[in-house]
Structure formats: C-alpha cells, structure tokens
C-alpha cells in the first residue's frame, strides 16, 4: 500500500514538473501583451489649445469643445474633450489633453449656466461642427469659435 501510494505521488509530482513550463510560457505571453497595450511612450505628440467660445454674440456658459483628426484629409489620432467654462477652453487643465497638430473637426456642444431648479438643461445649440488645420504657435495655441445661429440662414 505504501508503495502504491509512493507511485501516485511521483506521478502527481512528475505531472506538476511538465506542466510547470507551459503555464510560465502562457504567464510570459500573457504579460508581454499587457506591457504592449500599456502607456502611449510612441502615441502622438499631443499640443496645448486654448480659446473662447461664443454664442450669440456671448460666451457659452459650459459644454465640450472636442477636436478630432479629420480621416478625410488624411489626418489620424488621438480626440482630445476639452471643457467649456464660462466661455474659455483651456487643455492645461488636470485630467485634459490637449489636440494633435494638423486637419481636425471641431464639435461644440453648449448649454445655459445651471440652474438648480431645472433638472435637465437643454442645449443652448445642435451640436456645431467646423473645421480647422491646427498649425501649433508657441507653447500654446490659441482658437476662438463662434458657434453660427442654427436659425439664421446664410
């Protein structure tokens, strides 16, 4: 009995050892291709943007100035969502990066100063698309929008 069960250990052992390299190689695998995915060391180079942003002939009180490589022109990268705060757009903020250079698509969404006794705010606008070829200035460039009547015609 004792030796029957001596058998069973070493084959138990034996079965660990071969499978010992297979599961390194899998764990080996499966880390290289996490560190692959990780961080943006060759992403593109991203530039500061500021700006205002009008409505009307005033600023927009909040919403999100996004600029977007435009595909179609040949331009590809990154997004970059920048708030609007009392009619300025700032990409040096905390938690913001700013816009990569060249053809970009400019959306604008805005809407009224909060009111705490409206639960929803309705959009000041549709949302505003514009293009522009974001050629970088210094160690800041600087955009000003403003966003055309939707009820005016040309």
């Known amino acids: 009995m004792i030796s029957s069960m001596s058998n069973v250990n070493e084959r138990v052992r034996s079965r660990r050892r071969s499978a010992l390299p297979w599961r390194n190689s899998c764990l080996l695998c499966l880390a290289c291709i996490a560190l692959a995915g990780c961080g943006q060391r060759g992403g593109a180079h991203r530039f500061q943007v500021q700006g205002t942003v009008t409505f009307q002939g005033r ?3 909040s919403g999100t100035i996004r600029f977007e490589p435009d595909g179609s022109r040949g331009n590809k990268g990154p997004v970059s969502v920048i708030p609007i705060r009392e009619g300025r757009y700032r990409s040096d903020q905390p938690g913001v990066k700013g816009s990569i250079k060249g053809p970009l ?13 409206v639960e929803v705010q309705p959009p000041l606008f549709p949302e505003y698309r514009t293009t522009v070829d974001l050629v970088p200035q210094g160690t800041t460039t600087t955009l000003d929008f403003e966003v055309s009547d939707p009820t005016k015609s040309k």
């Open 105 to 117: 698509a400019v959306w604008i969404s805005g809407y009224p100063a909060r009111d705490p006794n």
């Open 59 to 61: 600023p927009v009180p």
